[in-house]
């Protein structure tokens, strides 16, 4: 690749997207058999001398996500497992390899990896993310040299950080922080508004329920009081189910009906 070579070279509005399959059929397998790319926008980079987030900095083109063409070289002498231990970390393989196809012909596989900081088995997971696009074996690989640690001359790297999405359980704090904000900026109004909801009377209690709250204690009291002259009918008015000329309600028989059904048949006493 050209060292001069800029992305001021690509033409006004160029977009890189490329498919699994562009990347393999016109890049990789290309610059596999030194053929020249469609352009020159991927550099050769060693990607594992370097941590993730310095690899921005080598790439030629890319504002989200980065590609480069990268060597491998074997875990151990006589192995067929990479090596992917960086300086200050290592990428690690995560899920399962994807087969990639030109019509109906294998042509190549897809490996995803997360990049985790430390050593192994202790590292952190990170939010960087490689997609390493490998060819599948064909006469057109080189054969390697006999002790090489090169295990293959190249590979396709796209390199991209993920992005962090706000949890549902902070949005849902921040709103009910906001709620007991505007409830104390409401000050004594709120408080008396939250009041006069707190003191309304239940319409489908029982009376015997009702005779138990802190606010008809009063009433209570008149009822349980046999010696007083009040008028209940006067105080309580003629829809609580009171006759006149009745005695307490403690003589009534049927005490635990509810003021609804007391309401609705107020001739049931007699």
């Known amino acids: 690749m050209d060292s001069n070579w800029s992305s001021n070279c690509l033409p006004p509005g160029f977009r890189f997207h490329p498919t699994d399959e562009e990347l393999i059929i016109h890049y990789l397998k290309n610059q596999i058999m030194s053929r ?18 310095q690899l921005p900095d080598k790439a030629v083109f890319g504002e989200n996500e980065w590609y480069f063409f990268t060597p491998r070289d074997r875990k151990y002498p006589n192995g067929i497992r990479p090596n992917r231990a960086t300086l200050s970390g290592y990428w690690k ?11 109906a012909k294998y042509v190549g ?6 990049f985790y900081k430390g050593r192994p088995p202790k590292g952190s997971k990170t939010d960087w993310i ?6 599948i074996e064909s006469k057109h690989k080189p054969v390697k040299q ?13 390199i991209y950080k993920k992005r962090q999405v706000a949890r549902v359980e902070d949005k849902g704090e921040d709103s009910t922080s906001a709620q007991v904000q505007v409830s104390n900026e409401g000050g004594s109004e709120g408080s008396s508004v939250q ?16 005779l138990d709250l802190d606010y008809l204690g009063p009433i209570a009291h008149l009822l349980n009081d046999n010696t007083s002259n009040f008028d209940l009918q006067t105080s309580m008015g003629h829809n609580v189910g009171f006759e006149p000329n009745m ?3 403690s003589s009534y028989p049927n005490i635990g009906l509810s003021c609804h059904q007391i309401n609705g048949n107020p001739s049931y006493y007699k």
């Open 195 to 210: 009041d006069h909801q707190a003191i309304q009377f239940p319409r489908t209690q029982s009376l015997s329920y009702l």
């Open 93 to 103: 393989a995560t899920g399962t390899d994807k087969a990639i196809y030109s019509g």
């Open 109 to 114: 596989i897809k490996k995803a990896l997360v």
């Open 130 to 135: 490689m997609h390493e696009y490998r060819l």
């Open 36 to 53: 020249p790319c469609p352009v020159s926008i991927i550099p050769e980079v060693d990607i594992y001398k370097f941590d993730p987030w």
């Open 146 to 158: 006999h002790g090489s640690m090169r295990l293959d001359d190249w590979v396709l790297c796209r």
């Open 247 to 249: 005695g307490p309600y």
